[in-house]
C-alpha cells in the first residue's frame, strides 16, 4: 500500500517541478462594488419656472405699456401763427391724455405755452400763456379736474429749433406736457 502513496508524492513533486517551484499565485481580492451614485437631483419645478417667466412677461409688458402711457402725456401740440386755439389735428392727442389723466387721477401734469421769436416778450408770453390754457380748458372738457394741471409759459424763451424760418417757427409754437406727480404709477387705461 506503500505504492500508491509513493505514487502520490512523486506526482506531487513533478508538479511542483512544472510550476517551478514557485508557490501557486495568490486569487485577487474581489473588487469591491462602487457606492451606487445619488440619486440624480428632482428636474426643477416646471410650474414654479412657468410661474416666475409669466410673471417676467407680465411685468415686462407692464413696463411697456407705462412707456407708451408716459410718451402719449408727454406728445406735443403745436398752434398755427399768432393762435391759442387747439387745432383739429392736435385734438386727438389731448383726447388721448385726457383719456390716460381719467384712468390716473393720481397723475399731475404742467402744460407750458411757447411761441416763436415774432413778437415782443411780454406778448409771446402772454400767447404761451394761452396756448397752455386753451390746452387745459380742452382736457377739463374731456372731464380731467383742472386742479391737476398746471400752466406755465416760456414765451419765446426756450425755442425747439433756433432757427429763424418757418419751419423752425412752426416747431416753436406749441404746447409741451410735463407729468409732475404720480407718473411711476402710470397704468395703460382698459
Known amino acids: ?33 462602487p457606492a451606487p ?3 440624480a437631483p428632482a428636474p426643477a419645478d416646471d410650474s ?19 412707456r407708451a402711457v408716459a410718451a402719449d402725456l408727454a406728445a406735443m401740440i403745436n398752434f398755427d401763427y399768432d393762435q391759442a386755439v387747439v387745432r383739429p389735428a392736435d385734438q386727438a392727442t389731448l383726447d388721448r ?22 413778437g415782443s416778450d411780454e406778448y409771446n408770453l402772454a400767447l404761451g400763456n394761452r396756448r397752455a ?22 414765451g ?11 419751419s423752425a417757427y412752426a416747431q416753436n409754437r406749441r404746447d409741451e406736457f410735463e407729468v409732475t406727480a404720480g407718473g411711476d404709477k402710470l397704468s395703460a387705461p382698459q
Open 133 to 154: 390754457a386753451a390746452a387745459k380748458r380742452y382736457l377739463e372738457g374731456k372731464g380731467v379736474d383742472g386742479s391737476r394741471i398746471e400752466v406755465v409759459s416760456y
Open 1 to 33: 500500500m506503500r505504492a500508491p502513496s509513493l505514487l502520490m508524492l512523486l506526482a506531487a513533486s513533478a508538479f511542483a517541478v512544472a510550476c517551478g517551484g514557485k508557490a501557486a499565485p495568490e486569487t485577487p481580492a474581489p473588487e469591491a462594488t
Open 156 to 166: 419765446e424763451e426756450r425755442p425747439l429749433n433756433p432757427g429763424s424760418d418757418e
Open 48 to 66: 414654479a419656472d412657468r410661474d416666475r417667466l409669466e410673471r417676467e412677461r407680465i411685468a415686462r409688458e407692464a413696463a411697456e405699456r407705462a
Open 97 to 118: 391724455k385726457a383719456v390716460i389723466l381719467v384712468a390716473n387721477p393720481g397723475v399731475k401734469i404742467k402744460i407750458s405755452g411757447h411761441a416763436d421769436e415774432r
Open 37 to 39: 451614485a445619488p440619486p
